[in-house]
């Protein structure tokens, strides 16, 4: 293969990548919630969850711990929303301008162990986490 195919090639994945619409999950978590969220996925015990006109919910338990049973439903290309159970919006702190103060998704990956992970909450209680986490107490 030439250079020039090549260059061809990979410039065709990036236009077809990049113009996937992929699916809109909407993650709801109890009123007030502050803390660390993980979704577990590839759970043969877990929740079904199913894409419904192009949009997935998931109800974070008082827990902060969801078990899915789908493997990939999270990591497929997809758009994110985050709100309280009473409809209030969650901002996101890389994306919107946020006081220390405000409750905002601060974090969040996937790690090797099979879940995705985020942190909510405001400046401080990221932080403490941040720390537990550095420190290999979490």
Known sequence: MS????KFFVLILV?????KAGHHVRVTLP???QGEIKIY???PLG?????????????????GVLRIKNKYLLY??????????????IPDASLDTVSDLTIAKRAGGSD????????VGDLTH???WKRKIESGLE
Do not use: T
């Open 3 to 6: 250079i020039r195919q090549l």
């Open 15 to 19: 236009v077809c990548g990049c113009n």
């Open 31 to 33: 009123v007030g919630f």
């Open 41 to 43: 996925h590839d759970d």
């Open 47 to 63: 929740e079904e969850i199913l894409i419904i006109q192009n949009q997935v919910s998931l109800q974070i338990p008082d827990s």
């Open 76 to 89: 497929e290309w997809h758009s994110k929303s985050m709100s309280f159970a009473d409809g209030e919006a």
């Open 112 to 119: 090797s162990k099979g879940y995705v992970f985020y942190f």
């Open 126 to 128: 990221f932080n403490s």
